[in-house]
């Protein structure tokens, strides 16, 4: 599947300067591509130890003249820690076009915290909404795991029905929780 349907990127981009004199850091990520979009989209790390998958939120409203999620997911690639990650999600001078939820761990952070971040834009302002959220066993009833869907669950702001996600989020709360390998099998 994977094969016909994406790709998986290995970069890793020198410094370099830019028209204005600004050097740009050195960056090294994994991810895994879809054609036609950017590293970032579907998955992947960094040799930060930055971890971070994501996807699309169906809200209303999308602010046409902000920045497209898409360079959004790929500027993520280029964080050090989860902190970095977080602000430049909150960055106040363009703002996204558009929702996504990011799901982001760092393999060296000492916490061994996982984090459901929310995005979405705020009309006619040029910034974003951010709800971060740390995952505890047991959120939002999941029997010791986390789900989230394409639906923003702490925004609380109008979205379009996903019916898809609505059906994957009811059998995540009747599925029991995988402890074993054979659970995994089972499933």
């Known amino acids: 599947l994977i094969k016909s349907l994406g790709y998986v ?16 850091p050195a960056e090294s990520f994994t991810a895994v591509c879809y054609p036609g979009l950017l590293p970032g989209n579907a998955y992947g790390f960094n040799l930060s130890g930055l ?12 602010e046409g003249d902000k920045i497209p999620q898409r360079f ?12 970095q990650a977080v602000d430049i999600l909150r960055k106040d001078s363009v703002g996204m076009a558009s929702g996504y939820a990011y799901n982001i ?8 915290e996982m984090y459901s971040v929310e995005v979405a834009p705020v009309e006619g302002e040029a910034r974003n909404m951010v709800s971060v959220h740390i995952i505890e066993s047991g959120d939002m009833g999941s029997n010791c795991r986390y789900n ?19 059906h994957r989020k009811v ?17």
Request: aromatic fraction near 6%; proline fraction near 5%.
């Open 9 to 24: 990127v290995i970069a890793n981009i020198e410094p370099y300067t830019l028209p204005n004199g600004e050097v740009t």
């Open 51 to 62: 971890c971070i998958s994501g996807n699309i939120q169906l809200a209303k409203h999308v």
């Open 72 to 83: 959004v997911c790929r500027a993520l690639l280029s964080a050090k820690s989860v902190d």
């Open 105 to 112: 761990v760092s393999t060296k952070d000492s916490s061994k």
């Open 148 to 166: 989230h869907y394409n639906i923003l669950e702490r925004l609380g702001i109008p979205q379009w029905r996903d019916i898809s996600s609505q």
């Open 171 to 187: 059998r995540a709360s009747e599925v029991e929780p995988f402890l074993t390998k054979m659970d995994v099998l089972r499933f």
